[in-house]
């Protein structure tokens, strides 16, 4: 049984989608696990304690001030005695809750109290799901290291109305607990790790700056696959609109010089990872006004001065880490440019790819990449950044093995 013996605590919120987990707890102790179910008053509308109590086969929590349940295990007991609290179906109302930090029911004093990997099912209308305040705070939530499943496209079972708003399927949810509970081995655990990621703005007077395409959403990947395999990681981040990922530390910079500087101050360090899309030029003297135009006036020219290589200097460094990574952005002869450059910026490995527009990679959920070191070369298959990032974990890790 794959969940023998884990203890899960599942929190049921106030919505239609209650009806659903009924078959998430029978689900969950076909597969081993224990159940202990807290369920808020809202939730009571919608399917009763004794059903629920019957199916987990345990007392069902339902009040902070119950006299027999706080002398019986008590909020913070609770909150600590499981491997894993699930929250199914999450409301928008629970999620502003522990977004917030409040701690006003049995539900949301546990959720602050909890100290255990949290993992939420939401399960709302669209428009209430699609809502800014609930996309804030869950944006907040996942920096806070909350995972989530869901919510689903569908139609919603009491309006008939369609979009993102229905709780994932039941065993879609076990299958998400199986993945967090497994007992993943740590490897890199002990490892101090550097990833940086996103692009550099290069400023052209306070107001103007010249970028480039990159999201960071391969580099943030790659910082938090490092982190669940044990690294210590620091992520130096150029400017993404992506949430900073969950277990890592992460340094906010806008220039490449900036990026330099992080960088640097965080040697020594076992592995670095460089993936941002360093700006190859700086304007030279970026205006400290808003640069005018006047009537009758030729464009302005730019003149541009190059920027510090930061891989090349990581990967020259008297600090040099064990390991040090770069990528390789090309739009044509993918390998052989992969290849100057591994000798170039004095790294153990490139990762190649082509972000030629046709590819779609740069700023796009999938990646295409070509591993480059001195032992030869590999050809991945083209897949989802998550997993491109959890495989080069992977690879990091047998590597420091090996070395
Ligand atoms: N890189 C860096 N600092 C720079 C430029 C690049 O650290 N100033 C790193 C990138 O993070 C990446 C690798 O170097 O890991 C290669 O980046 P890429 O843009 O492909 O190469 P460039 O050095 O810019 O070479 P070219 O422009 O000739 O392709």
Same mark, same amino acid.
């Given at each position: 049984?794959?969940? @023998? +013996?884990?203890?899960?605590?599942?929190?049921?919120?106030?919505?239609?989608? /209650?009806?659903?987990?009924?078959?998430?707890?029978?689900?969950?102790?076909?597969? +081993?696990?224990?159940?202990?179910?807290?369920?808020?008053?809202?939730?009571?509308?919608?399917?009763?304690?004794?059903?629920?109590?019957?199916?987990?086969?345990?007392?069902?929590?339902?009040?902070?001030?119950?006299?027999?349940?706080?002398?019986?295990? +008590?909020?913070?007991?609770?909150?600590?005695?499981?491997?894993?609290?699930?929250?199914?179906?999450?409301?928008?109302?629970?999620?502003?809750?522990?977004?917030?930090?409040? /701690? =006003?029911?049995?539900?949301?004093?546990?959720?602050?109290?909890?100290?255990?990997?949290?993992?939420?099912?939401?399960? *709302?209308?669209?428009?209430?799901? /699609?809502?800014? #305040?609930?996309?804030?705070?869950?944006?907040?939530?996942?920096?806070?290291?909350?995972?989530?499943?869901?919510?689903?496209?569908?139609? *919603?079972? =009491?309006?008939?109305?369609?979009?993102?708003?229905?709780?994932? =399927?039941?065993? =879609?949810?076990?299958?998400?607990?199986?993945?967090?509970?497994?007992?993943?081995?740590?490897?890199?655990?002990?490892?101090?790790?550097?990833?940086? @990621?996103?692009?550099? $703005?290069?400023?052209?007077?306070?107001?103007?700056?010249?970028?480039?395409?990159?999201?960071?959403?391969?580099?943030?990947?790659?910082?938090? #696959?490092?982190?669940?395999?044990?690294?210590?990681?620091?992520?130096?981040?150029?400017?993404?609109?992506?949430?900073?990922?969950?277990?890592?530390?992460?340094?906010?910079?806008?220039?490449?010089?900036?990026?330099?500087?992080?960088?640097?101050?965080?040697?020594?360090?076992?592995?670095?990872?460089?993936?941002?899309?360093? #700006?190859?030029?700086?304007?030279?003297?970026?205006?400290?006004?808003?640069?005018?135009?006047?009537?009758?006036?030729?464009?302005? @020219?730019?003149?541009?001065?190059? &920027?510090?290589?930061?891989?090349?200097?990581?990967?020259? $460094?008297?600090?040099?880490?064990?390991?040090?990574?770069?990528?390789?952005?090309?739009?044509?002869?993918?390998?052989?440019?992969?290849?100057?450059?591994? /000798?170039?910026?004095?790294?153990?490995?490139?990762? #190649?790819?082509?972000?030629?527009?046709?590819?779609?990679?740069?700023?796009?959920?999938? &990646?295409?990449?070509?591993?480059?070191?001195?032992?030869?070369?590999?050809?991945?298959?083209?897949?989802?950044? &998550?997993?491109?990032?959890?495989?080069?974990?992977?690879?990091?890790?047998?590597?420091?093995?090996?070395?």
């Amino acid at each position: 049984m794959t969940l @023998s +013996g884990k203890r899960v605590l599942l929190i049921i919120s106030g919505g239609i989608a /209650a009806y659903k987990s009924l078959d998430l707890i029978r689900r969950l102790r076909e597969r +081993g696990a224990s159940v202990r179910p807290i369920m808020t008053a809202s939730a009571q509308e919608f399917i009763t304690p004794l059903a629920v109590g019957a199916l987990a086969a345990s007392h069902v929590y339902l009040d902070l001030f119950s006299r027999e349940d706080e002398q019986d295990v +008590g909020h913070i007991r609770l909150a600590r005695e499981c491997d894993l609290i699930v929250v199914a179906p999450a409301t928008a109302n629970v999620m502003a809750k522990m977004a917030q930090g409040l /701690a =006003e029911d049995l539900a949301s004093t546990v959720l602050l109290a909890a100290d255990r990997p949290v993992l939420v099912a939401p399960a *709302m209308n669209p428009k209430m799901w /699609a809502h800014p #305040a609930t996309q804030r705070n869950v944006a907040t939530l996942k920096q806070d290291g909350i995972h989530f499943i869901g919510p689903k496209a569908g139609e *919603m079972a =009491e309006s008939g109305e369609s979009g993102m708003g229905r709780m994932a =399927e039941p065993l =879609e949810i076990v299958a998400t607990i199986e993945a967090m509970l497994e007992d993943q081995p740590k490897p890199l655990k002990g490892r101090t790790a550097i990833v940086t @990621s996103g692009p550099t $703005h290069e400023p052209i007077d306070p107001v103007r700056y010249i970028a480039n395409r990159s999201s960071g959403k391969q580099g943030h990947a790659i910082a938090s #696959a490092l982190a669940s395999l044990g690294a210590d990681v620091t992520l130096v981040s150029g400017p993404v609109i992506i949430a900073d990922p969950a277990g890592v530390k992460t340094i906010h910079v806008e220039r490449a010089e900036e990026m330099r500087d992080a960088v640097l101050s965080l040697l020594p360090a076992d592995i670095a990872v460089m993936v941002a899309a360093v #700006a190859d030029w700086r304007v030279a003297s970026a205006s400290g006004q808003k640069i005018k135009k006047q009537p009758g006036d030729a464009p302005p @020219s730019l003149v541009l001065a190059e &920027n510090p290589d930061i891989l090349k200097t990581v990967g020259h $460094h008297e600090k040099r880490p064990r390991l040090v990574i770069g990528f390789a952005a090309e739009t044509q002869n993918v390998e052989d440019n992969g290849r100057a450059k591994l /000798a170039r910026k004095g790294a153990d490995l490139i990762v #190649a790819n082509d972000v030629s527009p046709e590819t779609g990679i740069m700023g796009g959920e999938r &990646n295409h990449v070509t591993l480059i070191s001195q032992d030869g070369t590999e050809h991945w298959p083209d897949m989802d950044k &998550n997993s491109v990032a959890e495989q080069l974990a992977r690879k990091i890790a047998s590597l420091l093995a090996l070395s």
